[in-house]
């Protein structure tokens, strides 16, 4: 049995100090093993988004351990934290922080030309092939203004893929979505995850988004209320 790609243990945050201090996280503990898909649940406010900054190395907990394969990352300094994440992670958020002026193709690049140091011509055949998979090899030298909010989103998946991260966080990424676009971006994650074996951590508010995960983790008043995965 191989580690979970991605682990906490008794996580919890604490907003603030004294009068004004807010304890989000209240002993949180969630394994995420390869190749699952786990849909985070919660009403607004419950700690979604502060759990996945935290999952994501984004943040650090107040207290509790960070295990990402096999690696305990609670006391690793920033320097190796950031190395890590951009060669484990890959994020989608609700919105999707492509660089406006850039194109579709340039901003899949991202990635890997600036912070991974791969040879260009390298990255760019991986980005453009990235591209076909999610279905915009037509759309590559599209500036970002120029695409849709499905096609946008699209690319923010393909941007996340583009370090071949064992885990996707994936905040939100259909909050911004019709409900077509939206089943299109779960379909597309559902397929990167059948196909490449690339776990998923997906928040959501939308039922529906949920069902479509393998397992169902709600948080609820800052611990996990229910953890359930799906009759396969
Ligand atoms: N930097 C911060 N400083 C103080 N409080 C914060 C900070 N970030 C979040 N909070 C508080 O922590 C709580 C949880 O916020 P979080 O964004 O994690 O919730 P969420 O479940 O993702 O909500 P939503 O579904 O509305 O996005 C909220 O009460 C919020 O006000």
Same mark, same amino acid.
């Given at each position: 049995m191989s580690a979970p790609v991605l682990e906490v243990r008794e996580v919890h945050k604490v907003y603030?100090?004294?009068?004004?201090?807010? +304890?989000? =996280?209240?002993g949180v503990s969630l394994a995420i093993d390869r190749g699952e898909m786990v849909a985070l649940i919660g009403a607004s406010g419950s700690g979604k988004s502060t759990l996945l900054n935290i999952l994501g190395t984004l943040a650090r907990p107040t207290s509790g351990q960070v295990t990402m394969l096999g690696e305990d990352?609670?006391?690793?300094d920033d320097d190796t934290l950031t190395e890590f994440r951009n060669r484990h992670i890959g994020f989608v958020f609700q919105?999707? +922080?492509? =660089?406006?002026?850039?194109t579709a193709l340039e901003n899949v690049m991202f990635p890997s030309a600036v912070r991974?140091?791969?040879e260009r011509a390298q990255a760019r055949a991986r980005a453009a092939a990235l591209l076909a998979q999610v279905g915009l090899s037509e759309r590559?030298?599209?500036?970002?203004?120029?695409?849709?909010g499905g096609q946008k989103q699209r690319v923010a998946i393909a941007r996340a893929l583009m370090n071949g991260p064992e885990l996707i966080l994936a905040d939100e990424p259909t909050g911004n979505l019709d409900r077509q676009n939206a089943m299109q971006v779960m379909d597309l994650l559902a397929r990167i995850n059948r196909e490449s074996g690339t776990s998923f951590l997906i928040s959501t508010h939308d039922e529906e988004i949920a069902a479509r995960c393998g397992r169902r983790v709600v948080i609820s008043d800052g611990v996990i209320a229910a953890d359930k995965r799906a009759a396969r």
């Open positions: 603030g100090e004294g009068a004004t201090a807010t +304890h989000v =996280l209240k990352l609670t006391r690793a919105f999707h +922080h492509l =660089l406006p002026d850039f991974a140091g791969r590559a030298d599209f500036r970002a203004t120029q695409l849709s």
